[in-house]
Nanobody, 124 residues
């Protein structure tokens, strides 16, 4: 299995940028599709983005397309999420997730490994 730890969350103003990181340990990260989800109070967990094992393919949720960018470095066992042009609607706890056997999975129940989450708050 793989253990995931997110970092980089914080408080920013609308229009600002923020970079989240996910550090993986355990089995080789290249074995997994990696994804980011987010969850705001009172709302369901929402798909943000997924990236394939080799980083050759990515898929973004409609709400973040054009603003967020995912990247991965398998040698360093890290996954990053660069968030630009942040909006108050982006406020949520952001979770890093991993799954084997799927290509660009977008459903939360398809992922079987999760980080503890990092809070992102965007003020208006």
């Amino acid at each position: 299995q793989v253990q995931l730890v997110e970092s980089g969350g914080g408080l920013v103003q609308a229009g600002d940028s923020l970079k989240l990181s996910c550090a993986a340990s355990g089995r080789t990260m290249s074995s997994y599709v990696m994804g980011w989800f987010r969850q705001a109070p009172g709302k369901e967990r929402e798909f943000v983005v997924a990236i394939s094992q080799s980083a050759s393919r990515t898929y973004y949720g409609d709400s973040v397309k054009g603003r967020f960018t995912i990247s991965r470095d398998n040698a360093k066992s890290t996954v990053n999420l660069q968030m630009n042009s942040l909006k108050p609607e982006d406020t949520a706890v952001y979770y890093c997730a991993a799954v084997g056997g799927f290509t660009l999975a977008t459903r939360w129940h398809d992922y079987n490994y999760w980080g503890q989450g990092t809070q992102v708050t965007v003020s208006s």
